[in-house]
């Protein structure tokens, strides 16, 4: 990566991990689904398929796949959240590095799925998004999905603004040989409208079979 500071680390200082994990067991405590970006990716994809869960956090949605029968590895430049997924899942593949280096971090391109999900790809460092789509589309194997969830503007992000549209990000996947395949407007499937605040997109590598 370029060196600067991803907008993730900005808002937090690289410690929001115990605060975060809290927030989502509030959540669950007062009996809201907090699955569904898991239940999303489950119903795409076949048993035992391979999961990357870039920017997974704390781990809550790789955990719930691997709990579901899928093989899950989750990669984080946040420290302070893989100390709660290491806390968690100690027997899961927890990887701590950049996104825009997962070429060195000795990956297989071989994953059925890759998920960016919870603004990650609004979240990294400015300049940066393209290399990241490119870097996660090639660690895919022909056929694979890329599954984004993302804010498009103030209200779904923790940001002023959106730093991209929905078509610069398109543009990125096609950029770097994926194909769009569906996009919802929620994790739970709800119809995408043009200019909604916020998209749930499956982008695919085409199977070159």
Known sequence: MS?????WAELTGGRAGEE???????????GQDVHGEAAFCAALLEPGARVLDAGCGTGRVAVRLAALG???????????????????APGQDWLLGDLAGTDTLGLEPDFDLVLAAGNVVPLLAAGTEAAVVGQLSALLRPGGLLVTGMGLDAAHLPLPEAPFGLADFDAWCER????????????????????????????????ER
């Open 20 to 30: 975060y994990a809290r927030r989502f067991a509030r959540l669950a405590a007062s």
């Open 70 to 88: 899928f093989r899950c590895t989750g990669v984080d430049v946040d420290a302070s959240m893989l100390a709660v997924a290491r806390r968690e």
């Open 176 to 207: 770097a040989g994926l194909v769009l395949r569906r996009r919802h407007a929620t994790w739970d499937g709800d119809p995408y409208v043009p200019g909604g605040g916020y998209a749930v997109s499956v982008h695919a590598r085409p199977d």
């Open 3 to 7: 060196g600067e500071q991803d907008r």
